[in-house]
């Protein structure tokens, strides 16, 4: 997939059409793996891909040039999606010299042997001249990982900005336009919408002051490159809001409800408690936590203010997948968002219990007490559930005022 996005700065990157599991997310759309030629007096190349696409990749370089006269290679993140070819493009480019952040040359270390490798260690401000172009980096620690940056090209406006701004989109579009004139603008807002969930919701502060950093710096933008997904030349202005906005906590005026059920009882519960929700005017996304990607459920949470969480109790605590999911969402240091829980039990509850403690863990607002229900729901543990639906959203739409 080559192609060129600024003059002599090209796209050379591959397309992953098949991946499903990104170490444990899921991925239904497939993903891409961006790096950037620039064909200046010095050739740079920006990251590589995943090792199992370095044929694509070399295949796309040498319809430009041979690989052997990169003199620069700028490793702006080491997660091996990333980095996991950097010791083939060295061995056709020994005498190359790798810019790359000190965290991130330590991480490259363990990764490699880098002993007969060239370094400069960059931070932020730090530039390098290619000939018609000037590379400025900003470091990015902790977006996602400790050895990250960007790479900003000056002359012609262009953010490479690795996996901020991405998505997990294997599309034949390579350009925010494009995509959206063939496929629609909902499918890629939920793109960024999932991939901001599962990667970057613990980041949130750290994407404004990021932000704002890039602000008082007065890069002019006209383009973001992500290593991920499609191109933002259209509208960059509009994707940097959009995570200036999901940083800020914004979400739907809704509700997830999430559970698992083992004999149908605490399912039983989701219609009564979805149409108390539904009668106070609220949307509500039911899902089934063995029925769905984790990564799924993580996005339908992030999207609405409220979640409800129904567990049965197994052994006297929560059933083992609605655990797993939030020991998975406390990882990922959510906020703004009010919770709830239900659920039922045989002889001794516990796993309502354990969801609120959960809940006060992750320093959540809540509206306690949950439901629970003995057995089976009766008619009237089916009127409680109704009137719990009903009171939590009410408790949404009063927590809701506080970000509007
Ligand atoms: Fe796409 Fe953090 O790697």
Same mark, same amino acid.
């Given at each position: 997939?080559?192609?060129?996005?600024?003059?002599?700065?090209?796209?050379?990157?591959?397309?992953?059409?098949?991946?499903?599991?990104?170490? =444990?997310?899921?991925?239904?759309? &497939?993903?891409?793996?961006?790096?950037?030629?620039?064909?200046?007096?010095?050739?740079?190349?920006?990251?590589? /891909?995943?090792?199992?696409?370095?044929?694509?990749?070399?295949?796309?370089?040498?319809?430009?040039?041979?690989?052997?006269?990169?003199?620069?290679?700028?490793?702006?993140?080491?997660?091996?999606?990333?980095?996991?070819?950097?010791?083939?493009?060295?061995?056709?480019?020994?005498?190359?010299?790798?810019?790359?952040?000190?965290? =991130?040359?330590?991480?490259?270390? %363990?990764?490699?042997?880098?002993?007969?490798?060239?370094?400069?260690? /960059?931070?932020? &401000?730090?530039?390098?001249?290619?000939?018609?172009?000037?590379?400025?980096?900003?470091?990015?620690?902790?977006?996602?990982?400790?050895?990250?940056? +960007?790479?900003?090209?000056? *002359?012609?406006?262009?953010?490479?900005?690795? $996996?901020?701004?991405?998505?997990?989109? #294997?599309?034949?579009?390579?350009?925010? $336009?494009?995509?959206?004139?063939?496929?629609?603008?909902?499918?890629?807002?939920?793109?960024?919408?999932?991939?901001?969930?599962?990667?970057?919701?613990?980041?949130?502060?750290?994407?404004?002051?990021?932000?704002?950093?890039?602000?008082?710096? =007065?890069?002019?933008?006209?383009?973001?490159?992500?290593?991920? =997904?499609?191109?933002?030349?259209?509208?960059?202005?509009?994707?940097?809001?959009?995570? @200036?906005?999901?940083?800020?906590?914004?979400?739907?005026?809704?509700?997830?409800?999430?559970?698992?059920?083992?004999?149908?009882?605490?399912?039983?519960?989701?219609?009564?408690?979805?149409?108390?929700?539904?009668?106070?005017?609220?949307?509500?996304? /039911?899902?089934?936590?063995?029925?769905?990607? +984790?990564?799924? #459920?993580?996005?339908?949470?992030?999207?609405? %203010?409220?979640?409800?969480?129904?567990?049965?109790?197994?052994?006297?605590? @929560?059933?083992?997948?609605? #655990? *797993?999911?939030?020991?998975?969402?406390?990882?990922? %240091?959510?906020?703004?968002?009010?919770? &709830?829980?239900?659920?039922?039990?045989?002889?001794?509850?516990?796993?309502?219990?354990?969801?609120?403690?959960?809940?006060? %863990?992750?320093?959540?607002?809540?509206?306690?007490?949950? /439901?629970?229900?003995?057995?089976?729901?009766?008619?009237?543990?089916?009127?409680?559930?109704?009137?719990?639906?009903? $009171?939590?959203?009410?408790?949404?739409?009063?927590?809701?005022?506080?970000?509007?």
């Amino acid at each position: 997939m080559k192609v060129e996005i600024k003059p002599d700065i090209y796209l050379v990157g591959a397309i992953d059409w098949a991946v499903r599991d990104f170490h =444990g997310y899921v991925t239904p759309n &497939g993903t891409t793996y961006n790096n950037y030629l620039i064909m200046d007096e010095q050739i740079t190349l920006v990251d590589t /891909v995943k090792h199992d696409f370095v044929r694509h990749t070399l295949k796309n370089i040498m319809s430009l040039t041979d690989p052997s006269k990169i003199v620069n290679l700028i490793i702006n993140h080491i997660e091996p999606d990333h980095a996991s070819s950097v010791d083939r493009i060295m061995s056709l480019a020994p005498d190359a010299t790798i810019y790359i952040t000190s965290k =991130g040359k330590k991480g490259l270390d %363990r990764h490699f042997d880098t002993s007969k490798w060239n370094f400069r260690i /960059v931070k932020t &401000g730090d530039t390098i001249n290619t000939g018609k172009y000037t590379l400025t980096f900003l470091e990015t620690p902790m977006l996602h990982w400790p050895d990250s940056m +960007m790479t900003y090209v000056n *002359e012609a406006k262009l953010l490479i900005s690795q $996996d901020a701004f991405g998505q997990h989109l #294997a599309t034949s579009a390579r350009f925010d $336009d494009e995509f959206i004139e063939n496929a629609s603008l909902c499918e890629l807002e939920d793109s960024i919408i999932d991939y901001y969930a599962n990667i970057l919701m613990p980041f949130g502060q750290l994407i404004k002051s990021k932000l704002s950093e890039v602000q008082k710096l =007065g890069l002019e933008i006209d383009m973001i490159a992500p290593d991920h =997904g499609i191109i933002w030349r259209k509208d960059p202005g509009s994707i940097m809001q959009k995570y @200036l906005d999901m940083a800020d906590g914004k979400a739907n005026l809704s509700i997830s409800l999430i559970y698992d059920t083992m004999w149908n009882s605490t399912e039983r519960m989701t219609i009564p408690i979805m149409q108390g929700i539904k009668d106070e005017g609220l949307d509500c996304k /039911v899902i089934k936590l063995r029925s769905t990607p +984790m990564s799924a #459920a993580i996005k339908e949470f992030w999207k609405s %203010r409220g979640c409800l969480i129904g567990s049965p109790t197994l052994n006297n605590i @929560l059933f083992p997948s609605v #655990a *797993e999911f939030l020991t998975h969402l406390r990882g990922l %240091r959510p906020k703004n968002r009010i919770m &709830g829980a239900f659920g039922s039990y045989g002889w001794g509850g516990g796993a309502v219990k354990e969801a609120y403690e959960e809940f006060k %863990r992750m320093k959540l607002e809540v509206l306690e007490p949950g /439901v629970e229900v003995l057995y089976r729901p009766s008619m009237d543990d089916e009127s409680k559930c109704y009137e719990f639906g009903g $009171d939590f959203a009410k408790k949404v739409k009063e927590y809701h005022k506080n970000f509007e």
